[in-house]
């Protein structure tokens, strides 16, 4: 199961990121969006499983707070920059648009920082 999993890694991911913009633009259902967002970090993990297995427990721990706080940081700016967008009265899709695309950058940068910190574990053991 696991090698087929890795065989379609590439598809699973854009199935999830369609179901994840098809519930965004026209349902907005909170709970679809925890089911996809939980899907792909599980997805991740499988595919990860070999250099996961090779980490300490303080290697994974210092990763699991790093991205723990990383998520709580992005909430904290996502807030701090609708409060920011509020005086400019932006029409509802313009906002909500600037808004995904903060959103995106602020996961991007995390997710390459994760990468870093966790290419520069292996390449250290």
Same mark, same amino acid.
């Given at each position: 199961m ?42 991740e ?19 699991? @707070?790093? $991205? =723990? !706080?990383?998520?709580?940081s992005i909430? #904290?700016?996502?807030?701090? &920059?609708?409060?920011? /967008? ?10 909500? @648009?600037? $808004? =995904? !695309? ?5 996961? #991007?940068?995390?997710?390459? &920082?994760?990468?870093? /910190? ?8």
């Amino acid at each position: 199961m696991l090698k087929q999993i890795d065989e379609f890694y590439m598809h699973i991911m854009i199935m999830l990121l369609v179901i994840y913009l098809v519930n965004f633009a026209y349902f907005g259902e909170v709970t679809i969006t925890f089911t996809v967002i939980a899907l792909a970090i599980i997805l991740e993990v499988i595919k990860h499983r070999v250099h996961i297995k090779q980490l300490t427990y303080a290697q994974l721990s210092i990763i699991g @707070v790093v $991205l =723990l !706080a990383g998520i709580a940081s992005i909430i #904290y700016l996502f807030v701090l &920059f609708r409060i920011f /967008l509020d005086p400019f009265s932006l029409s509802s899709t313009l906002e909500h @648009v600037l $808004l =995904l !695309a903060f959103v995106l950058i602020c996961f #991007y940068a995390l997710i390459r &920082f994760i990468k870093n /910190l966790f290419g520069r574990v292996i390449e250290n053991k």
